[in-house]
């Protein structure tokens, strides 16, 4: 794909949308600076001229250019540099994936959240978080009480709605109960027929992708 100027432009927007809306969540929960520090690596050029070039302005670029290309060098190094995703985290010679600390872990919900929103546009429900963990979220080999942690936020998100999670209480109330107990809280009921239904999905996506 070629590089235009225009999707530059619209990919320049579209990172300070998503930005801004990072950021509100963020102040709801008590990390402002985490909030203007948001993915700041996706102006550098390595990320910023690979997804201008993939551009879709409906779906993530670096999904459409590992399927063209077979790698997206800018998620290689978004990943590496943003501790709020999980696969920063990702060490195969730890013995335990390790815990992602508090500010981080609640920027990774902040995010997750916004962009959920983002892409999902007017059509967005409450339980679209928690599907979007089922399906693509929970792959991730990330450590045990992080995944729990992000997993029970996404369920309360289903239950009672954004605004419920999106406060410095809630998080500092949840994290300690799921990642700072002495031992770790047991497994969160799995909505069944909600995994089958998104499990069933991703892997029809794969098998199209193989195509
Ligand atoms: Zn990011």
Not at 67 to 78: E, F
Not at 178 to 206: G, H, N, T
């Amino acid at each position: 794909m070629k590089l235009k100027f225009s999707n530059m432009i619209r990919h320049f927007l579209l990172i300070n949308r998503h930005k801004w809306a990072v950021f509100k969540n963020c102040v709801r929960c008590g990390i402002v600076f985490r909030g203007i520090v948001h993915d700041l690596s996706k102006f550098s050029p390595q990320e910023f001229i690979e997804s201008a070039r993939f551009f879709q302005g409906n779906r993530s670029p670096i999904g459409v250019c590992r399927r063209a290309r077979g790698v997206s060098y800018a998620w290689l190094h978004h990943k590496g540099r943003n501790k709020h995703h999980l696969e920063y985290w990702l060490d195969n010679d730890c013995e335990v994936t390790p815990m992602m600390p508090y500010k981080y872990a609640v920027e990774c919900v902040c995010d997750k959240l916004a962009a959920t929103k983002t892409y999902a546009g007017g059509s967005y429900t409450n339980d679209m978080p928690l599907r979007h963990w089922y399906r693509y979220g929970n792959r991730v080999s990330g450590n045990p009480r992080t995944m729990m942690f992000l997993e029970k936020v996404f369920l309360d998100v289903y239950e009672h709605g954004e605004r419920y999670v999106l406060s410095k209480k809630y998080m500092k109330r949840t994290f300690s109960e799921i990642c700072l107990a002495e031992q770790m809280p047991a497994p969160l009921p799995v909505f069944s027929q909600m995994y089958e239904e998104e499990r069933a999905k991703y892997d029809k996506m794969i098998a199209a992708s193989r195509k």
